[in-house]
């Protein structure tokens, strides 16, 4: 975690509480095992979610498979743009990773969204659990 950002307060300089998109990036993560490429709506709820890092650290991290999630637009394309970008990180970062996946920090709040109720509306074919759910089960059976 030595070359991780620093999270500092959102670009807006206001708390963020809404849903917004992101995307899964492939990852040694254990918590995001088997998701990458998923994208889903997330609660934001913060002040201080923007990823502080320079463009070179950015990069580098996204390159050594660091990034485990990011705010993407309706393309599904990585956005520093706001509203969907909430806080105003750089490349849309939105969690980071361990090198061996063991660690994970991420601002946005998967906790508040893994039950498909909790969510304004989900496509018919959600069972009871929100795709979110997933995570939790894949760091149950990390841990055995």
């Avoid at 992101?22 to 490429?37: D, H, L, R, T």
């Avoid at 320079?54 to 580098?60: E, K, L, M, W």
């Avoid at 743009?81 to 946005?108: E, K, Q």
Wanted: aromatic share 10%.
């Amino acid at each position: 975690a030595a070359h991780w950002p620093r999270f500092v307060t959102n670009r807006s300089e206001q708390f963020e509480a809404r849903f917004s998109l992101v995307k899964i990036q492939p990852s040694a993560s254990i918590f995001f095992a088997g998701m990458a490429g998923s994208h889903m709506p997330i609660a934001v709820s913060h002040g201080e979610g923007r990823v502080l890092i320079g463009a070179a650290g950015a990069q580098s991290l996204a390159a050594s498979g660091q990034v485990v999630m990011g705010f993407v637009d309706h393309l599904l394309q990585p956005t520093e743009i706001y509203p969907m970008n909430p806080n105003g990180s750089v490349l849309g970062i939105a969690g980071v990773t361990s090198l061996d996946g063991r660690v994970t920090a991420i601002m946005p709040h998967p906790e508040r969204v893994f039950r498909t109720v909790q969510n304004a509306w989900h496509p018919d074919d959600w069972a009871e659990d929100s795709p979110w759910m997933r995570m939790f089960r894949n760091a149950s059976v990390y841990v055995g």
